[in-house]
């Protein structure tokens, strides 16, 4: 693989289920990524990881967990879904936590819909 | 808490140019960045301002006024795969990303 890639493609989820969104990235990052993106409100920061091993909320936390046990995966759990979570999921990465004009770089997405 | 503001919707025909403005409020400036979008895909990186000024590179310039808490990227010669979101974001003291919810460039024949 090549770059940061997502799984799955996109989901349909029943209310209440759990879910784990796989991210996976080669670039050897140190920073790694979640946000949401909903029509009108732009992509907005769920949690990250500035390194292996430890993870950060950013705007929109609950209802979500992460952990980060190794550099390359960044999963992110539902642990009970709801509709309010529908939404299309992006992971990304960055250098060195970001700083300088390291930017971002973003998986393909999943589109998640919980009914 | 950051406050990034950009127009929703922008037309402009094929070999115009386009200025999409980008106006921000927030705590710690680490640099702002311009990422394109097209439908269903994913952002991909357009270009990065720390300092103020113009930076330039191919048909598309970005420009940065922090005392203004301003920000415009420029895209010249357009043409019809310029047709995206435009997204401007913020790079607080943390080093977090803080997105605008971006500028929709639609380019006509």
């Known amino acids: 693989i090549a770059g940061i890639t997502q799984a799955p493609t996109s989901q349909i989820l029943a209310a209440g289920r759990r879910m784990t969104l796989r991210c996976t990235q080669d670039m050897r990052h140190n920073a790694m990524y979640w946000y949401r993106q909903d029509l009108g409100l732009g992509l907005r920061l769920i949690h990250y990881s500035n390194t292996a091993g430890t993870t950060g909320k950013g705007e929109v936390p609950d209802g979500y967990s992460v952990s980060r046990a190794n550099t390359d995966d960044f999963p992110l759990t539902l642990a009970s879904a709801v509709p309010s979570q529908t939404s299309v999921y992006f992971c990304a990465s960055s250098d060195s936590s970001g700083t300088g004009g390291n930017e971002q770089f973003f998986g393909p997405g999943t589109r998640l819909t919980v009914l | ?109």
């Open chain 2, 1 to 109: 808490g950051q406050n990034i503001d950009q127009p929703t919707e922008m037309t402009a025909t094929e070999g115009a140019i386009v200025q999409i403005n980008c106006t921000y409020q927030t705590s710690g400036f680490n640099g702002l960045f311009w990422y394109q979008q097209h439908a269903g895909e994913a952002p991909t990186f357009l270009s990065y301002n720390v300092l103020d000024g113009l930076e330039e590179k191919g048909r598309f310039s970005s420009f940065l006024s922090r005392s203004k808490g301003y920000s415009y990227l420029l895209l010249k010669e357009l043409q019809m795969k310029d047709s995206a979101s435009y997204l401007c974001a913020v790079r607080d003291g943390d080093y977090k990303l803080s997105f605008g919810a971006g500028t929709t460039v639609t380019v006509r024949a």
